[in-house]
Every structure is written in C-alpha cells, then in structure tokens.
C-alpha cells in the first residue's frame, strides 16, 4: 500500500512490465486508472485477454479507467469545441503552458472513491512518462505531476503508483535523465530491464534488476538489489537466476 | 508507423519509398503522397514497374538451375558438421504471396497508377492555414499535413465513420524528407531548434490518426542532419518500426573488401511489437542492400571468403573491426555492450 513503483527500460521495450501489472492489479480487484500515451486501447485489451483479463469488462464495471492518449489528442486538435466544464485531461497540448493540472485532476477524479465503490485500493498506472517530455510539457512540470500523485494516490489514499519510463546511460536526452534520476530518488521500488552485458542473445531477452528501496523509509537501511534474467513468450515471461536460462540446462 | 532514417544523398531511400506507394498501387490501396521537395505528381510518375509472376520466377528460376546443378550431389567432405544445417539463402528463391517484386529500370504503367485514388499535399502548393482551428502550437507545415490527412480519412471513411460503406480499404501514407528545412523546420540546421517538440507532437498525432485508421504510414528522415539527438530517441520511441540505411558512397567503406558487393547497410533499430507481448525478431541482423540494373534487394550481410593469397595482418584486422561496427540489435529485444552476439 502507498508504494511507488518505478518501471525503467534502457535499450529494450520494458512495456511486458506493464501489461503484467495491468493485469495484476485487475485481478487483485483494485481499482485502476491506466494513463496509455503510446498504445491504443485495442493493444492492451488483446495482450491483457492473453494474460487473462478482460479490459472491456473492467472497463464497463468501472474498475478501469482508461485514458488513451492518442485519441484524446485527436480529440483535442479536431473535434469541436469542449464544453467548459470538462477540460480534457491532455489540454496542455493545444494551451501554450505546459502545465500538467488538467492531467492529475483526471487522475485525482478517477481515483477518489465514490459511494458505491467497492474496489480495494487505488492504483495509477502510466505508460509512459517520457512521451509527456516529447509532446511538449517541461522536465519540472512532469515531475510535479508525479509529485502531485503521489501525495494524491500514496499518501491520502493509500494506493499505488506505477509508472514506465526509457532511459540510457549514453542518452543524449538530458531532460528525459533529470526526470528519471530524479524519480528514481523517490521511488520504493525499481523495476529495471536492460540488455545483457554480452550483447543479443536469442534465449535470453534481457535481465530485469530488482532494487528494493529500503534505504528510503528507514535511514540505516541500505538497498536490496536481485538479478534475474528473462524471457518473453506469447502468453507469459519466464524469469530464471542467471545463467540459468532453459536453453543452456 | 515506419520511420526511415536516409542515407546521405536519399538515393535508396527514395527508392525504398516508391517501393512503397508502388506496392500501394499493386495492392489497389489508396495512396496519400507528401513532400515538401518533389511534387508528388512527379513522384508518383516514377514508381517501378511491377515484376508480373511469370517473368520474374523465370529469371529467378534460371539463376537457381544453375547453381543446382552445379552442387547437385556434392556431399562435404571437411565441414561436414555443416551439411546439417539448413542451405543459406541469401535472397528469395522462391516465391512467396506475400508482397510484389518491382523493376527498377522500368516505370509503372499509367493505366494502372490511375486505377486507385491517390491524394498529394505538395506543401508549397497548399492555402494557407484556415483560421479556424485552434491554435496548435506547431510548426505550421507539419500541422497542414496533419488536417490534410485527417480530412481525407475521414471523408473516405478509412476509420469506419461511414457504417454504409461496404468495402474498407486501406491508406497508404507516404511523407518525403519530413524535418528537412523545406518544411519549415529547422532541426536539421541547428542544436536547439526554435520548437524542438514540432516534429515530435507531429509524429504523435500522425500516430493517433493510423491507429485509428485503416492505414500505414511511410516516413522519410534524413537523420543525419538533425543534430540534436534527443529529438531522434524521443522518435524512435513514438514510432513502430524504425529502419536506417547507410550507402556506402563517399564513405570509407566504399573501398573496404567486407562490402565489396553491397552499396549499403540497413540497419533495423526497432520492430514493431504491437498486440502482443513478443515481437518477430530475426535470426540475423546483419542486413546489407545492393541495387542491381533491374532490382533492388536486400540480403544479409556475409563476409566474402577469405581467398587472398597474401593475407596481411592489417587488412585482416581491418576486417575485424569492420564486422564488429556492424548493427548490434534493435530496441526491441535488449540491446547491450556489443562482445558477443550469439
């Protein structure tokens, strides 16, 4: 409860991250609000019926709520004119600050719970944060937005942020670095996947480094860093120890 | 969305373009051409003519009876362990439905260019922007081209809107040389261009319009004008397939032995992994492209055998650093320090 989650891809495509813990936390029976800036809704709802959930019925019982970022954009740059009292949640893209308020007060809405709710906690998934750099928005703003949901999300309601974001020791994009090391300082736990040390290899997709943030909560405590190698198949990853991949037993 | 880096002088890659609004063509899609260089009436006057199946199977069928019947029943003697493993082959021999061949050397009939519906947006060419729309906070250029294609979806009903049109088709959208100077941007000129986020915002929305669409989408880049390498990481990641070519004209390799038959190497930096958790890696990533009198092919790369009578410890070293320079992977499957790939 009340945990930030930080999901971190260097060279690879970490997005299988997401989709398990999209389907994770539906199964759990919390209540989620996925912001997907890179997918269409379509691509989640196939990979997550492989994974054994059902979007379109999360969706419809309102234990998820969705916010495609590519059709909300096309909403904002063609459709008509937006009725006063609901701004979209993207409105930074057509204003000329690049303020991220619309965004968490969708979130903050989404996730406040209602009467008639009876979902365990809250959770807010984003797929990804580095595309908000890219539309357009300041470094300082998207951390803020962060900051703003994790006092939302964590602290008031005792949920749980997960958020994905790409990164590289050798990027030249220095304000996607200032957002990621910083999150990192923040986060409880991170999820890294990058590439083998050795290079491609067919078996083994890559290496996934779990460090446990302990070092956050409590002064004395230092970090716990697992390494475990993995593989992606069509319905399920499979992670072994290192060196340990099937191919090589 | 196919985001296509140029090579330096957007010889092939033009070509690899054509490629694709001729298979459009061939297809019987409708295609949407935009350029800021060419006009498209004039692109589209110079597609390759289409290979008909029995012309080309005969071609191919003559080269392969040749070299079958040389090694017919030639078993290995010394590498024996390799006879095993399945023949190599370098280019397509046979067949396959999926795709059409183009000659190069001839240009398509009209009659058939003229038998699908095609749209332009030839940029110097266009009114100037309606005022109506709200403000978009994007280079100007790119956000004309962007209403272009909106409008032309949703007026020829590619993203269903038109429940009484019985017959879907798909688009096939094709942009030359977007972020060159001559649409208005300056990321080729300069470290910090003016609105760096132009191009990126573009390539977002132009996503958001495919995905909702029945179409696709070809995009030619010359790369290695743009400076600022943030920008092309942030559109690497907005893009489902990304492939670069590297002609070898001008460049040193030109005279190197390991590329002595190839005119360049295509690079795949990324594969699209959509609707599902994997994606279709191939065995090999070592790709080079050649372009003969009639076609353009593109074949892995294998190091010609090494015959030389006086093998210089230099030119053997020379050899070896050449390979190590080749393509390490693409984004979709992880990427590391470049030892060893197996």
Redesign the interface.
């Known amino acids: 409860q009340g945990k930030f989650t930080l999901l971190r891809d260097t ?3 970490g ?2 991250l997401v ?1 398990h813990f999209l389907s994770f936390y539906l199964r759990a029976g919390c209540k989620v609000c996925f912001v997907a800036l ?3 809704f ?2 989640y709802s ?2 997550a019926q ?1 994974l054994g959930v059902n979007l379109a019925a999360a969706k419809e019982q309102g234990q998820l709520v969705f916010l495609e ?3 909300s ?2 909403d904002i ?2 459709g008509e004119e937006e009725q006063p009292g609901q701004p979209s949640p993207l409105q930074f ?4 600050s690049g303020e991220l308020r619309a965004l968490f007060d969708f979130v903050r809405v989404s996730l406040t719970p209602c009467a008639q709710d009876s979902w365990k906690g809250p959770v807010l998934l984003v797929d990804d944060l ?2 908000l ?4 928005a300041a470094p300082v703003a998207v951390l803020d937005f962060i900051h703003y949901c994790r006092v939302c999300v964590c602290c008031q309601l005792q949920g749980n942020v997960v958020v994905l974001v ?1 990164s590289s020791e050798d ?6 670095e200032l957002v990621v090391n910083s999150l990192c300082h923040h986060s409880d736990l991170i999820l890294w ?10 078996d083994v ?3 996934i480094k779990i460090i446990k943030r302990l070092s956050l909560r409590q002064a004395a405590e230092q970090d716990q860093v697992q390494i475990y190698q993995y593989k ?6 499979t992670f072994f120890a290192r060196g340990l991949s099937a191919a090589v037993l | 969305l196919v985001f296509t880096e140029e090579d330096k002088y957007g010889l092939y890659s033009n070509l690899l373009f054509k490629y694709f609004l001729a298979e459009g063509i061939v297809c019987g899609h409708d295609l949407f051409v935009a350029s800021a260089k060419e006009h498209p009436d004039n692109i589209l006057k110079e597609l390759p003519a289409p290979l008909l199946d029995d012309t080309y199977r005969k071609e191919l069928g003559d080269e392969a009876a040749v070299v079958n019947s040389e090694d017919f029943q030639d078993s290995m003697k010394i590498a024996w362990r390799y006879q095993n493993l399945p023949k190599m082959e370098a280019s397509p021999t046979t067949y396959t439905k999926f795709g059409h061949y183009y000659d190069v050397s001839k240009k398509m009939p009209p009659e058939l260019c003229q038998s699908v519906k095609w749209h332009s947006f030839y940029l110097h060419e266009e009114l100037s922007f309606e005022p109506k729309m ?4 994007m280079n100007s250029g790119y956000a004309r081209l ?2 272009s294609i ?1 409008r032309i979806i949703s007026q020829e009903g590619f993203d269903g809107s038109d429940p009484q049109k019985k017959q879907r088709n798909v688009l096939r959208i094709g942009i030359q040389s977007l972020g060159s100077v001559l649409w208005g941007d300056d990321v080729c000129c300069s470290e910090t261009p003016e609105d760096p ?1 132009s191009l ?2 573009f ?3 132009l ?3 495919l ?2 669409s029945l179409s696709a989408c070809i995009i030619t880049v010359p790369s290695h004008l743009i400076q ?3 920008i092309m ?2 559109v690497t ?2 893009s489902d397939m990304v492939v670069g070519l590297e002609s070898f004209i001008g460049s040193e390799r030109e005279t190197n032995p390991l590329y002595k038959d190839y005119h360049g190497l295509v690079h795949v930096h990324q594969i699209p ?6 994606c279709d ?1 191939s ?1 090999t ?1 070592d790709l080079a492209f050649r372009l003969k009198r009639k076609l353009f092919t593109i074949e892995r790369l294998h190091l010609p055998p090494d015959l030389s009578d006086t093998v210089s410890r230099a030119s053997k070293q020379d050899l070896a650093a050449s390979a190590k320079l080749l393509s ?2 693409c ?12």
């Not at chain 1, 750099?133 to 357009?136: D, K, N, V």
């Not at chain 1, 990058?194 to 290079?199: C, K, M, N, R, V």
């Not at chain 2, 709200?134 to 906070?137: D, F, G, L, Q």
């Not at chain 2, 984004?331 to 197996?342: C, N, T």
Request: hydrophobic content about 35%; charged content about 25%.
């Open positions: 060279r690879t495509d997005s299988f989709h890179l997918q269409s379509s691509h196939i990979v492989k970022g590519l059709k954009c096309l740059l063609f893209l057509s204003g000329s580095s595309v750099l890219s539309l357009g790409h990027s030249e994009d220095e304000e996607n996947a990058e590439g083998l040390a050795t290079g491609f290899c067919k997709h890559g290496q992606i198949q069509d319905r399920n990853v | 709200k403000a978009w906070n962007l209403q909106q986020h990126t915002k390539l977002y929305v996503r958001g319009l995905r909702k600022n390498k943030a990481e942030r990641n907005l992994r959509l609707n599902s958790l994997i890696v065995d990533k390490s992977g984004g979709a499957v992880a990427m590391g320090k470049r030892h060893l790939d197996f």
